[in-house]
């Protein structure tokens, strides 16, 4: 079975910062895209940023420039490096992976629990 647990989510004023990491943990063969997703109330979940195992990054553009995404292949682990925080940055974010457990057949998307990132003004 395979997990992923996220950790590094807290309160922060406005111009802080904050380290997201996320760990797969489990039965895995290959781990192509990685990516973090968020959803603030009442809103839909969106695509924060991702990144290839390549290195090859994808940022929404209410984050350029602001936050990094990054990841250790030997560790499956991806992390999130979020600079200069605003309010509207409040949101619970979701790591996210199409993972292979065996070298045949086709991924399974996995998602992380869920870590609380609520930045203050």
């Known amino acids: 079975q395979v997990q992923l647990v996220e950790s590094g989510g807290g309160l922060v004023q406005a111009g802080g910062s904050l380290r997201l990491s996320c760990a797969a943990s489990?039965?895995?063969?290959?781990?192509?895209?990685m990516g973090w997703y968020r959803q603030a109330p009442g809103k839909q979940r969106e695509l924060v940023a991702a990144?290839?195992?390549?290195?090859?990054?994808n940022y929404a553009d209410s984050v350029k420039g602001r936050f990094t995404i990054s990841r250790d292949n030997a560790k499956n682990t991806v992390y999130l490096q979020m600079n200069s925080l605003k309010p509207e940055d409040t949101a619970v974010y979701y790591c996210?992976?199409?993972?292979?457990?065996?070298?045949?057949?086709?991924?399974?998307?996995?998602w992380g629990q869920g870590t609380q990132v609520t930045v203050s003004s």
């Open positions: 489990g039965t895995i063969f290959s781990i192509n895209v």
């Open positions: 996210n992976a199409p993972i292979r457990t065996r070298g045949w057949g086709s991924s399974t998307d996995y």
């Open positions: 990144i290839n195992s390549n290195g090859m990054t």
